[in-house]
């Protein structure tokens, strides 16, 4: 059983950034991914075992960066900048890749709120 721990979320301004982290109990493939309120869970981001390669939905491309601690390969990263209303959401770290974007191991999640 992979343990996996995000943190970082919290209450922030439209337009202002935010970095989230995450680690997990062993160097495993992992993803970023959130769920607003009333909608499905979202996938946002893939982080190669290296930290070489990182895949992004459309939605955040260029304003998200994912990326993996190169001093604790266990831990990566969720910087997001401008951050809009709409990013509001619970945002989950996901690890041990099975399958196009299907991750078997998930954080509890953290909250970020964007707000006026």
């Known amino acids: 059983q992979v343990r996996v721990q995000e943190s970082g979320g919290g209450l922030v301004q439209v337009g202002s950034s935010l970095k989230l982290s995450c680690t997990a109990s062993?160097?495993?493939?992992m993803g970023w991914f959130r769920q607003a309120p009333g909608k499905d869970r979202e996938f946002l981001a893939t982080?190669?075992?290296?930290?070489?390669?990182?895949?992004y939905a459309d939605v955040v491309k260029g304003r998200f960066t994912a990326s993996r601690d190169s001093a604790n390969k266990n831990t990566v990263y969720l910087q997001m900048r401008s951050l809009k209303y709409e990013d509001t959401a619970v945002y989950y770290c996901?690890?041990?890749?099975?399958?196009?974007?299907?991750?078997?191991?998930w954080g509890q999640g953290t909250q970020v709120t964007v707000t006026s």
């Open positions: 982080i190669s075992l290296s930290g070489n390669t990182a895949y």
């Open positions: 996901a690890a041990g890749l099975s399958g196009p974007l299907q991750f078997d191991y």
């Open positions: 062993e160097h495993i493939a």
